[in-house]
């Protein structure tokens, strides 16, 4: 595809997606160097079956090499240097890792990395938060001043409305003086309240409750609900109340920047001059509720059907959680619900921050799980690339449920630009650039 320039517009309107990813992606320069997604160099790690069957089939071979083709297609046409992908299901597993952690050293990438999982952290905050309603300590319609002061228009906005991202309330990484202190200093310690402070500078983009835009501010919020009604750290009641009762034991919600090991190096051009950075050890505080968190593939196959089937919750409140709202400009069988999405019948959520994106869902009709994490940010054809991956496996293993956002969305084979990836957006008003978080 022909590179375009990064402007200034363009960088601001990726920074705002970048915390959550549900929307659709801003133009953005694509590397056309084909030998900088290593697609062909793969490696391939058999793993343990599905938490739901508890077998360790792996997937039928001509399936598998279906799939290696359609990934390694993918990763090409999107350049995409590195992935990791997992499927785990009644038809059997499928585990592998295909092309490069580092460009410049061309190692490989492998199954077993910690990966940055962005808004993937807004199923974790939102679980916290109907933890709660199921304790009778908050309830969905309580309004965000119950539990936080100087909101706008706080009385009016409930729970609910900012878990479905229906509050209105502008996203504070969509703000321009927030974009140049982060691309200014990366390594920037950002408050939740200096979060806030950034967003509520902006007007409303809808009255409470009459629209929909996906927007990090909403989840910042919640987190700090979660820490003003328990009376712990949010990633302290995260590690107690959702980690440890799943075993999760390689998921984490950092304070810093640190980054455990092993890890693959992350490529963004969300940068001051568009040109592409490493992002590997980008401080993700800006993201804290909406996007810090850090997991593993083995981890995302334990979460994906914990989210989905509401393992933590009571049934009443999971269904409350499953009711979805659509949202302009993304296809009608894509719903935003609780901190969650339903692509056609995928549901999970999806993540990007600056160099890494995420795709972390299940199908309930087929028991099936899908993890999908990359080492790029990268837009490839006003999408994110983790969209077309993830439409490229499911047209083989769930043709009927093929993941994608856009309307008349097509496959990376084909000629239209590949679909965006859930994050940002479900409602019924303005729609932003993708979320990254």
Known sequence: MTAQVVTKTNRRRLLGAAAATLLLVAPVACSDDSSSTGASATSTTEQSGSPSTGADAQIDSGVAARLDEAIQKAMSMASIPGAIVGVWGPDGNYVKAFGVSDKTSGAPMETDFFHRIGSVTKTFTVTGVLQLVDEDKVAL???????????PLGDQITLRELARMQSGLANYS???????????????DFTPQQLLDYAFAQPASFPPGQGFEYSNTNTILLGLVIEKVSGMPLPEYVTQKIIQPLKMADTSFPTTNAFPEPHAQGYTEQTVDGKEATATDWNPSWGWSAGAMISTLD??????????????????TQAQRLETVNAPGLAPDVGYGLGIFDVAGWIGHNGSLPGYQTVCVYLPE?????????NTDVAYQDSEPSTALAGAVTEIISPEHVYHLRPGAQNPDASTPATPTPSETPATTTTSAPPTS
């Open 141 to 151: 319609d309580d309004p965000i001043s119950k539990y936080v002061e100087g909101v």
């Open 174 to 188: 969509a703000n321009e003086d927030f974009q140049k202190a982060l691309l200014a200093n990366p390594q920037a």
């Open 299 to 316: 981890d995302l196959h334990i979460w994906a059907p914990a989210l989905a089937t509401g393992t933590l919750l009571q049934p009443a």
């Open 366 to 374: 087929k028991q099936t799980t899908l993890a999908i994490m990359i």
